[in-house]
């Protein structure tokens, strides 16, 4: 089932846009209700798993924002859309719990709706930690995380939340107060920072202190960014937001450069790149190294019979089979059908037999493309000895072509 996305709005055209966006951007679900009557109706219904709501705070039998009421009510979040430009009115909301309020006369409010959509559905993925001596300033912005959907753990000062570092070691997100006990914002930071790097966990620092040089010393402690108190709960949730989506497009870049796009495997430059790192770390502690290089047999007749579609279906399909046959162990494709191994802690007669295991069900488990079963087989070489990746990797290439010689389907070591 699509995430759904529900739209309480009486105007056909901006229900229409709002929609379409949702489609495109989102690929999820918009459910379209123009009045607070068909919107109740539907909820009551509906099991009520809508991502989010965009509401129209007026509508005809709902002139003072009753829709809102309702869908909070079920406790979906509320994106309000308004055409009314009143600031007490946008407060009470924010108040109540609303995710954001929305001018609908502003030409990007759409596209910023989905954009809040989408940060939605993303944040329960994420979790973050609140470090602040005063409860009262902790539970407030544990409060705004969670009406982000974001999950939030606690700590009192900078000791203790080094501690929960270790039990949480998930954290993507951490806001810190600058002036604790025991440890304060500043060596909390330094300190997280030794482990993780800011492409890899944000870090907001936050303050009453007044002072410019305040939110530098963060920045220069290792900080992502700053916030001084007492602050409203849009600006809290737009440097949440725009730090959240700064650590992903890193991740994005750092997938690109190191997966590869087909198979979800790990690419060449990888395999090469960390390869080195960890045969250098087995040879130095004496631990067992073996190198296995396998390939697809008979993979252009694939494509021949079956096109390109079919034979991207066989590569995803066995890239599948590899992960989960190998854990532990550093997979990649590093040619068209051609896949290598890196097998930590495997000796010969042990990756020999694991490889064996997995080439005996690839030859037994059949692929469907389409209408069409689709049987494959691996030719396999593998080595454990060497001190050198490309050396290894030469080795396990001429047992390759030696299974390929033999009748294929078989492991060579």
Same mark, same amino acid.
């Given at each position: 089932?699509?995430?759904?996305?529900?739209?309480?709005?009486?105007?056909?055209?901006?229900?229409?846009?709002?929609?379409?966006?949702?489609?495109?951007?989102?690929?999820?679900?918009?459910?379209?209700?123009?009045?607070?009557?068909?919107?109740?109706?539907?909820?009551?219904?509906?099991?009520?798993?809508?991502?989010?709501?965009?509401?129209?705070?007026?509508?005809?039998?709902?002139?003072?924002?009753?829709?809102?009421?309702?869908?909070?009510?079920?406790?979906?979040?509320?994106?309000?859309?308004?055409?009314?430009?009143?600031?007490?009115?946008?407060?009470?909301?924010?108040?109540?719990?609303?995710?954001?309020?929305?001018?609908?006369?502003?030409?990007?409010?759409?596209?910023?709706? #989905?954009?809040?959509?989408?940060? &939605?559905?993303?944040? *329960?993925? $994420? %979790?973050?930690? !609140?470090? @602040?001596?005063?409860?009262?300033?902790?539970?407030?912005?544990?409060?705004?995380?969670?009406?982000?959907?974001?999950?939030?753990?606690?700590?009192?000062?900078? #000791?203790?939340?080094?501690?929960? &570092?270790?039990?949480? *070691?998930? $954290? %993507?997100?951490? !806001?810190? @107060?600058?002036?604790?006990?025991?440890?304060?914002?500043?060596?909390?930071?330094?300190?997280?920072?030794?482990?993780?790097?800011?492409?890899?966990?944000?870090?907001?620092?936050?303050?009453?202190?007044?002072?410019?040089?305040?939110?530098? %010393?963060?920045?220069?402690?290792?900080?992502?960014?700053?916030?001084?108190?007492?602050?409203?709960?849009?600006?809290?949730?737009?440097?949440?937001?725009?730090?959240?989506?700064?650590?992903?497009?890193?991740?994005?870049?750092?997938?690109?450069?190191?997966?590869?796009?087909?198979?979800?495997?790990?690419?060449?430059?990888?395999?090469?790149?960390?390869?080195?790192?960890?045969?250098?770390?087995?040879?130095?502690?004496?631990?067992?190294?073996?190198?296995?290089?396998?390939?697809?047999?008979?993979?252009?007749?694939?494509?021949?019979?079956?096109?390109?579609?079919?034979?991207?279906?066989?590569?995803?399909?066995?890239?599948?089979?590899?992960?989960?046959?190998?854990?532990?162990?550093?997979?990649?494709?590093?040619?068209?059908?051609?896949?290598?191994?890196?097998?930590?802690?495997?000796?010969?007669?042990?990756?020999?037999?694991?490889?064996?295991?997995?080439?005996?069900?690839?030859?037994?488990?059949?692929?469907?493309?389409?209408?069409?079963?689709?049987?494959?087989?691996?030719?396999?070489?593998?080595?454990?000895?060497?001190?050198?990746?490309?050396?290894?990797?030469?080795?396990?290439?001429?047992?390759?072509?030696?299974?390929?010689?033999?009748?294929?389907?078989?492991?060579?070591?």
């Amino acid at each position: 089932m699509r995430n759904q996305v529900l739209i309480v709005e009486d105007s056909a055209t901006m229900a229409r846009v709002l929609s379409y966006l949702i489609r495109q951007q989102l690929d999820f679900e918009p459910i379209v209700k123009a009045s607070l009557a068909e919107a109740k109706a539907y909820l009551e219904n509906d099991p009520c798993d809508q991502i989010a709501a965009i509401v129209d705070l007026n509508l005809p039998d709902a002139p003072s924002g009753e829709a809102v009421d309702l869908v909070m009510g079920k406790g979906i979040p509320v994106i309000v859309l308004s055409g009314l430009v009143d600031t007490k009115v946008r407060n009470v909301l924010l108040e109540k719990g609303v995710v954001d309020y929305l001018n609908k006369e502003g030409r990007y409010a759409y596209e910023y709706a #989905v954009k809040l959509v989408k940060r &939605l559905a993303l944040n *329960p993925s $994420i %979790k973050a930690l !609140v470090v @602040d001596d005063s409860l009262v300033s902790r539970s407030l912005m544990v409060s705004l995380l969670k009406q982000h959907n974001i999950k939030a753990v606690e700590a009192r000062n900078g #000791v203790e939340a080094l501690g929960v &570092l270790e039990q949480h *070691p998930d $954290i %993507k997100l951490v !806001v810190t @107060d600058y002036n604790m006990g025991h440890m304060d914002g500043f060596e909390l930071t330094t300190k997280i920072r030794l482990k993780y790097s800011p492409e890899q966990l944000v870090i907001i620092g936050v303050s009453m202190e007044s002072g410019g040089e305040l939110s530098a %010393k963060f920045i220069k402690n290792g900080a992502n960014d700053f916030l001084r108190k007492p602050f409203s709960s849009e600006e809290f949730h737009c440097r949440v937001m725009q730090n959240l989506e700064l650590l992903e497009t890193i991740e994005q870049l750092h997938r690109a450069a190191t997966i590869d796009e087909l198979t979800g495997l790990f690419n060449r430059r990888y395999f090469f790149d960390e390869g080195e790192k960890l045969l250098s770390q087995c040879r130095k502690n004496n631990r067992h190294f073996s190198v296995a290089l396998m390939d697809l047999d008979h993979f252009k007749q694939v494509n021949d019979s079956y096109g390109h579609h079919g034979g991207d279906t066989v590569l995803r399909t066995l890239s599948k089979t590899i992960q989960a046959s190998f854990k532990g162990c550093i997979c990649a494709r590093v040619g068209g059908e051609e896949f290598a191994i890196i097998m930590p802690d495997y000796d010969l007669g042990e990756a020999i037999e694991l490889l064996d295991r997995f080439r005996q069900e690839v030859e037994e488990t059949p692929i469907i493309h389409e209408q069409s079963t689709i049987m494959t087989t691996f030719s396999i070489g593998v080595v454990d000895q060497g001190d050198d990746l490309d050396v290894m990797l030469k080795l396990a290439d001429d047992h390759l072509y030696r299974a390929k010689d033999e009748g294929r389907n078989r492991v060579i070591g």
